[in-house]
């Protein structure tokens, strides 16, 4: 167990309103990759450039949706691990508390927690790429049938232009072509998300940042603008990150390890 430093479970238990930042690191125990740590980081096998961007996606769609449908496997066969199983319990245990996500998994919802906010979208809410026929803007989450991909199928380790090539679904509207239902590098982020992520941020007491490198903008704005505004900021991450310097306390641990002791001081 992690002994708290006594201020951080003091601010969790007088806390009225917590947002929980949560970024890869909250699924990696749950056996799904993240971004950049070394080795078992996704980009470290694939060059993101060559991955998630609109130009990678219209260069060569079925790469694209290919490597979306092996990662909606991968979470599929995951289960939320005991960092989001504590998430989903702050949320009960303490009612203003505002889930802000850059995960696109849906590992917060099969916790429970109630309505997480995806700042980077979902792999289950696909879009239709849109046609005349069907604007863009119109967020159709195609029901797209599920491909039988091998989660574990080696597009993962082997070259991914060998192997897990997939023709993105027509949209069951107008026909177009089913594109992901994430931020793309290069893309604006849902409004509305980002809008709900930053009043949450500015009017809460304490954020929790939790398995999240904060280099990705604006995302990894939250935790400063939480900071701004006179919250406490703690940080879950078993390795330092550029968002140190704007915590009142780093603890070195993994989610699964910390979040569980962290909600138990807010229980008190
Ligand atoms: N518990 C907590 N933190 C962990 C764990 C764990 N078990 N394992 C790894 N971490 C930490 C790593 O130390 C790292 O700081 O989680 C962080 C993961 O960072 P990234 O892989 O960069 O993921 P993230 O910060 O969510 O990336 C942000 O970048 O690629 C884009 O859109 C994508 O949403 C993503 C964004």
């Given at each position: 167990r992690i002994e708290l430093p006594s201020g951080v479970a003091d601010a969790l238990a007088a806390a009225t309103r917590v947002v929980v930042f949560t970024g890869a690191g909250m699924s990696a125990e749950s056996g799904v990759p993240t971004?950049?740590?070394?080795?078992?980081?996704l980009w470290a096998r694939f060059d993101a450039e060559q991955l998630a961007t609109p130009e990678a996606y219209r260069a060569d769609p079925d790469l694209v949706w290919g490597w979306y449908e092996w990662r909606r496997a991968r979470v599929r066969r995951a289960a939320p691990n005991a960092g989001h199983l504590a998430v989903a319990e702050l949320e009960t245990l303490v009612p203003g508390t505002t889930v802000v996500t850059?995960?696109?998994?849906?590992l917060h919802e099969r916790a429970g927690s109630r309505a997480p906010v995806h700042l980077h979208g979902s792999l289950f809410a696909p879009r239709c790429t849109g046609t005349a026929a069907h604007p863009?803007?119109?967020?159709?989450?195609?029901d797209v049938p599920d491909a039988d991909?091998?989660?574990?199928?080696d597009v993962a380790d082997g070259d991914p232009a060998a192997g897990g090539r997939i023709p993105p679904p027509a949209c069951t509207r107008c026909g177009a072509p089913v594109r992901p239902g994430v931020v793309w590098f290069g893309e604006a982020l849902p409004r509305a998300a980002l809008t709900t992520a930053i009043e949450a941020a500015t009017t809460c007491d304490v954020l929790l940042t939790v398995g999240?490198?904060?280099?990705?903008?604006p995302a990894a704005e939250i935790p400063r603008v939480a900071m701004l505004h006179g919250a406490t900021v703690i940080q879950v991450n078993p390795d330092p990150t550029p968002l140190d310097p704007v915590c009142?306390?780093?603890?070195?641990?993994t989610a699964a390890q910390v979040l569980p002791t962290l909600v138990a001081a807010a229980r008190r």
């Open positions: 971004f950049r740590d070394d080795l078992t980081g850059q995960n696109v998994d849906d863009a803007d119109v967020p159709d989450a195609a991909v091998v989660p574990d199928a999240t490198s904060g280099v990705v903008y009142a306390a780093n603890l070195r641990g």
